[in-house]
């Protein structure tokens, strides 16, 4: 027969009462929670700050101009040059007309023959010691272009033309 002291419960893990109730497992679960919070705001953020380093690296980047297009002045210009005291000296040179817009070397190629006597006007008050060093080839290559820049100016409102090349310069 069963006594009254097997019929009392026993401390057995199954009937042992609780320390904590679930105030542990709670603190546990809140704990992970928030360490999963802040590694995703953590992995968010970095996220952003990378793409906004590349955002500020591409806009940082040079911006390539468009491409260069050429219009060459042809045949090449002959002229008289100033003050000859030896005899008659010449310059022969050949020119290019550098533009980015397919439009404005439109309006070039129209303007060519008044951008060539222009030219011819310029080069002709040109002397041979004024043209024979470098400063001096860079500084009538300087005029022309500004004479170009003013003559289309005048007829459409913009310079059209970004630089005036020498492509071939002899004097004799």
């Known amino acids: 027969m069963a006594t009254a002291a097997d019929r009392t419960p026993r401390n057995t ?22 360490a999963c919070g802040a590694g995703g705001g953590w992995y968010w953020s970095s996220r952003r700050a990378v793409a906004a380093e590349q955002a500020a690296a591409e806009a940082a980047k040079p911006k390539l101009p468009a491409q ?8 090449p210009f002959v002229v008289n040059l100033n003050g000859g005291l030896d005899g008659p000296q010449y310059l022969q040179v050949e020119i290019q007309l550098m533009t980015r817009d397919n439009a404005d070397l439109a309006e070039l190629q129209r303007h060519a023959p008044a ?5 011819l006007m310029l080069l002709a008050q040109q002397t041979a010691d004024g043209i024979a ?22 007829e459409t409102g913009k310079p059209c033309a970004e630089a005036l090349l020498f492509t071939s310069f002899v004097t004799q």
């Open 68 to 75: 260069a297009q050429y219009l060459a002045l042809e045949p």
């Open 115 to 119: 951008i060539r006597a222009r030219l």
């Open 133 to 154: 060093n470098r400063a001096g080839k860079e500084a009538l290559q300087a005029e022309a272009l500004a004479e170009v820049r003013k003559l289309m100016r005048t």
């Open 13 to 34: 893990p199954t009937s042992r009462p609780r320390d904590g109730g679930k105030l542990p497992l709670v603190i546990t679960l809140v704990a992970v929670l928030v």
